[in-house]
């Protein structure tokens, strides 16, 4: 089972709204991350998650807060978000940081009006 | 500096063409890693392969095979006999086996493949 599960699959939020979006994996890796992708674009990282403790923050803007409950749940909060923000939120998991072919969802299409 | 280059921003084939999608890399490390992923319009990305730096055999999985080329830092993609389910963005990626980018990807831009019938 190589499935990384991604809720919802489509949100559109307005500008203060506050929304979560849920990745879930079961194949016992411990590395998870979320990744951001605009159209025609390739996926940039966003947040690391090492044994469900944040190892990498790409700079991101507070208004998206990440959380890791526990080594198969991944959280991405969002608050007060722009419509710059709308794009495709990407989960992935893999075994560890080292040697990483990562598994990813099918995404979240976000969009913020 | 672009650690991973994709030239080939589109490619356009006619089924059963064989397609060849390049991945040119950058980097220091002497141990890194690299990948190929498939994007289909649904949105997933698609893990193909992973090759090591250390493991120059080149692979080949059905129609898939890759040639990863040191010497060239290369590591090309060839679809043979394509078919229209191939159509998707491709994107390269590579990971170095540094402390402060552990887990970190670097994607190349990805080229949209188009299998005509």
């Known amino acids: 089972d190589t499935e990384v599960t991604q809720t919802p699959k489509h949100l559109v939020m307005g500008m203060t709204n506050k929304k979560s979006l849920k990745c879930e994996q079961h194949?016992?890796?411990?590395?998870m991350y979320w990744y951001k992708q605009k159209a025609k674009k390739p996926p940039e990282l966003m947040f690391v998650y090492s044994y469900e403790k944040l190892s990498i923050n790409e700079s991101v803007p507070s208004r998206f807060s990440p959380e890791c409950p526990n080594s198969s749940l991944l959280n991405l909060h969002l608050h007060a978000l722009q419509p710059e923000d709308s794009a495709l939120y990407l989960c992935?998991?893999?075994?560890?940081?080292?040697?990483?072919?990562?598994?990813f969802g099918q995404g979240t299409r976000l969009t913020v009006v | 500096a672009q650690k991973v280059t994709q030239a080939q921003t589109e490619i356009s084939v006619v089924e059963k063409e064989d397609v060849t999608l390049d991945c040119v890399y950058e980097t220091r490390d002497t141990t890194y890693y690299l990948f190929w992923y498939k994007q289909p319009p649904s949105g997933e990305l698609v893990f193909l392969i992973r090759?090591?730096?250390?493991?120059?055999q080149n692979e080949i999985s059905g129609r898939y095979s890759w040639n990863f080329q040191k010497s060239t830092s290369s590591f090309n993609f060839t679809i043979t006999a394509s078919q229209v389910v191939d159509s998707a963005v491709y994107f390269c990626a590579l990971s170095e086996n540094r402390g402060s980018t552990l887990g970190r990807l670097y994607f190349g831009r990805g080229t949209q493949l188009t299998v005509w019938p």
């Open positions: 194949m016992g890796h411990r590395a």
């Open positions: 992935a998991s893999s075994r560890g940081t080292t040697v990483t072919e990562a598994f």
């Open positions: 090759r090591n730096s250390f493991d120059e």
